[in-house]
């Protein structure tokens, strides 16, 4: 059996001097050694000694070396510069208000949840499927933009660079429009270059084709199942020939069409404002399509109320500790979906126009270029306002490495997917996190919770209960089987497509509850009832995808 490894990466900085990241299995003997040899520890993790002079500098040097061994830690001194120098500098040359800020994965299983957030499916995803990445740099802008910067292994000079995402996505092994990373010189100035005129621009393309994508599929889940209502209302019989016999019938399919359609159509108010703000039509080979664009904005202008309605309710169920009932957000759902009926109707009729216009307006193309945007017509709701703090750092608990934060969400082959709370959690500000994630308590296991209808998309509804947990600031480990990486079975990608047609299947083939060959049924099994939604962020069937 491998011994575990206490490792300590020694770099210099012209502002700090020595610095020296502790990793590996046992770490915490790392941390000893640099201790021990009177270096002073700063906020983010690392380790520093000041370089006054060249005798304080091998004085130093020699004090580390000796108590590394004396510790059982092995020392790599490293050719590059402190990498928080280097993010720093970069960021200080890219458009905008930029900041850097180093993060250290001292155990190697911190490096594990660095994969939700990853949108990156290229050089930056080998490095940390086949390397250990016991730090990185993540830079920020002051609109949402997060990327992550690694040094480059296997090579002496050079950084590798990707994006990280909130927002749920696709797979980025099967996704187009996944950002791929970027291969930085050493110097900071030639490497914000490279950053600004090759990958943001990529990257900009690329969040304008995964929201058009996401808007998309959530029409055609809406169109689906609308078109299923729609030949039952025209029909007035279920799939038996037998008919409905009571409008009061047609009255809950659509209460129950209204439900769910609210919970895709949030979708398209959340990303269809900047999408139409960026068509051109008459720099487009179809400038007739300008009617239909006004026609789909003013649908927007017309559901602000709803999406006001629906951000403040969510918003105000985080700021109190209050749990809603599944029938209470079913209720809310139908009543706006049903106010934004028109809305969605519109939406559908102009999808095909919205979508070519859409795609011609793509940033950097001859229409996202030629004018400027106009006013938005619908808001974004504001982000939750509890700041979330660096996704790992060197304070992480050292009683269970494997639990990686205050969350972890696992598959059970019983329970299906199972949701444990660090015992630093208090137990009823767990049950109430994770209730309002559609999670239940487990019969007998105290701090574990079982995901609700599981056959309802349940890896992504687990993945977007982790996202929405360190949206809130706190520290989640999905399990491998959650995540994709390399050499693993990969799992099968839910598409909210196949979902819509399991559903008409299923309408199509159900039995009136007049038929003798069949027991009585109720509505819910003419059209299935959804889950209630996550009050912590939008349950989406967009996808299997991978989030933070």
Request: hydrophobic share 35%; net charge neutral.
């Amino acid at each position: 059996m491998p011994t575990p490894s206490a490792e300590i990466t020694l770099t210099t900085s012209r502002a700090l001097g020595l610095v020296a990241i502790a990793s590996g299995e046992e770490y915490q003997r790392a941390h000893r050694a640099v201790k021990d040899a009177g270096f002073r520890r700063l906020s983010n993790g690392v380790f520093v000694s000041p370089l006054a002079d060249a005798w304080s500098a091998r004085y130093a040097a020699s004090s580390l070396v000796h108590h590394a061994h004396e510790h059982g830690a092995t020392i790599t001194p490293s050719p590059r510069p402190y990498l928080g120098d280097i993010g720093t500098e970069i960021a200080a040359r890219l458009p905008g208000a930029w900041s850097a800020q180093l993060e250290i994965y001292s155990h190697p299983v911190w490096q594990e949840d660095l994969w939700p957030a990853l949108w990156e499916a290229g050089d930056l995803y080998r490095a940390l499927v086949e390397h250990r990445i016991p730090f990185a740099s993540v830079l920020k802008n002051d609109t949402g933009t997060e990327l992550l910067l690694v040094e480059r292994p296997g090579h002496r000079s050079g950084y590798l660079l990707g994006a990280l995402t909130e927002q749920e996505k696709e797979d980025p092994h099967d996704d187009p429009a996944t950002p791929p990373s970027i291969v930085l010189p050493a110097d900071p100035e030639l490497a914000a270059h490279a950053v600004t005129h090759t990958f943001l621009p990529a990257y900009r393309r690329a969040l304008h084709h995964r929201d058009l994508n996401t808007v998309l599929r959530s029409l055609e889940r809406i169109r689906e199942e609308h078109q299923t209502l729609q030949a039952v209302k025209d029909s007035g019989r279920y799939s038996d020939g037998v008919p409905l016999g009571d409008s009061r019938v047609i009255a809950g399919m659509e209460r129950d069409f209204a439900d769910r359609a609210w919970l895709s159509f949030t979708d398209v108010l959340d990303h269809g404002p900047l999408l139409l703000a960026r068509c051109r039509p008459t720099a487009t080979p179809w400038p007739q399509d300008a009617a239909a664009l006004t026609r789909l904005r003013e649908a927007l202008a017309h559901s602000q109320d709803a999406w006001n309605e629906w951000n403040d309710t969510r918003r105000d169920l985080y700021a109190i500790p209050r749990t809603v009932p599944a029938h209470e957000w079913s209720q809310i759902r139908g009543r706006l979906g049903l106010a934004v009926l028109p809305a969605i109707e519109t939406w559908l009729a102009y999808g095909d126009t919205f979508e070519r216009q859409a795609r011609a307006a793509v940033p950097g193309g001859p229409a996202a270029l030629s004018a400027s945007s106009p006013r938005l017509l619908t808001t974004r709701p504001a982000p939750p306002p509890t700041p979330r703090p660096p996704r790992r750092t060197a304070e992480r608990t050292d009683k269970d490495p494997s639990l990686s934060g205050h969350f972890r969400f696992t598959s059970h082959p019983e329970h299906g997917y199972v949701a444990e709370a660090d015992p630093r959690i208090p137990g009823h500000l767990a049950d109430w996190l994770l209730t309002r994630e559609q999670f239940e308590p487990i019969p007998g296991a105290s701090g574990r919770y079982r995901l609700t209808h599981t056959h309802h998309d349940g890896p992504r509804r687990t993945r977007q209960a982790a996202q929405d947990l360190r949206r809130l600031g706190y520290q989640v480990h999905t399990a491998a089987t959650l995540t994709r990486t390399p050499g693993s079975p990969q799992p099968g990608v839910n598409n909210g497509l196949l979902e819509g047609r399991a559903r008409i299947a299923q309408a199509a083939a159900t039995r009136s509850p007049q038929s003798p060959a069949a027991p009585a049924t109720s509505l819910p099994e003419v059209m299935p009832q959804t889950a209630a939604v996550a009050v912590g962020g939008r349950a989406r069937a967009t996808g299997g995808g991978q989030g933070r």
